[in-house]
């Protein structure tokens, strides 16, 4: 049936909203969480309770600094790299479904697209290192394309996978297809997929093109204001795509009790639960070399990858 215009409206402005509050809410779990975790509490001030209106305070403060242009700078790259950081996330979030109704674009192919758009977020580290004319940004940069490269297989491998198991390449009929047996069956793949996903966004321990021990910042080191807070909303905004991304390929998204009236609330709870993990994750290891980095994807994530895929195929074979 075609969908009129009110219908995309409201679903357009559904994406918009959780596009907007769900990476907030990351960013302020992150803040608590690691601050419980590594015993520094913190602000505990703003907003009264548990300090929670710290982040929009630091919203505030963002948005008060001067937005500075480097006069080496390319300046349409250089103010063109948040948006396109940004934009990625956003378009990604319209095909994640949080229920067999409640996505923004249902599209038959929502796989490949989440794939493919957010991979153009790595683009926009690559804009503002390329743009910002300072040689630490450059050098986070080109460390950001290797990683870019070297994490993108193990990722599309991991996701093939799924992709092949539920006969699908849309992302609402893999959670269809999706049964309990395949918290074992496809646990290489989550686990790749989560390392992989993790690399992507270039979280702790993979965190090599923003060192700030040895390149400032990296790629986001002459940015300034706004433009810095859009790469920080972009990071959360990634890791709740990402999260959701495994919570519905693996953890069969909006399933659970009372999934009729309350789908997406499970996918939700699920993909929070997996944010909390990638947080996890940065406070528990130290960052990586880059040798280690390449030796982790190309020997480690690929072979278990295709090891994967080839289980998958023949286990799809057998029970066809």
Known sequence: MEM?????????????????????????????????MQGRLGPMHAGGFHGWAQLI?????????????????????????????LVAYLLAMAVVPFSPTLVGADVPASLLVLLAVSGIGALGTLMAGWGSGNKYALVGAMRSAAQLVSYELPLILACASFALAGGTLSLTGIAHAWTPWWLLWQAPAALVLLVAATAELQRPPFDMPIADSEVVMGPYTEFTGLRFAFFLLAEYAG??????????????????????????????????????????????????????????????????????????????????
């Not at 907007?20 to 690691?34: A, F, N, R, S």
């Not at 001067?66 to 950081?85: G, L, N, Q, S």
């Open 4 to 36: 009129t215009w009110l219908e995309a409206g409201v679903r357009a402005a559904l994406v918009l909203v959780a596009f907007l509050v769900l990476p907030l809410l990351v960013g302020q779990t992150e803040h608590k969480v690691m601050a419980h």
């Open 57 to 85: 305070a630091d919203g505030v403060k963002f948005t008060q600094k001067e937005d500075i242009v480097p006069a080496a700078a390319d300046r349409w790259v250089f103010r063109a790299a948040p948006a396109v950081a």
């Open 239 to 320: 890791i709740v795509v990402m999260s959701l991304l495994v919570a519905v390929v693996y953890l069969g998204g909006w399933t659970g009790p009372f999934d009729g009236a309350l789908g997406w609330l499970w996918t939700l709870l699920k993909g929070f639960a997996v944010a909390l993990l990638i947080i996890w994750m940065r406070v528990s290891w130290p960052r990586l070399r880059e040798d280690q980095l390449q030796r982790l994807a190309w020997l480690g994530l690929v072979p278990l990858a295709l090891v994967q895929l080839a289980i998958t195929g023949v286990g799809v074979v057998l029970t066809a």
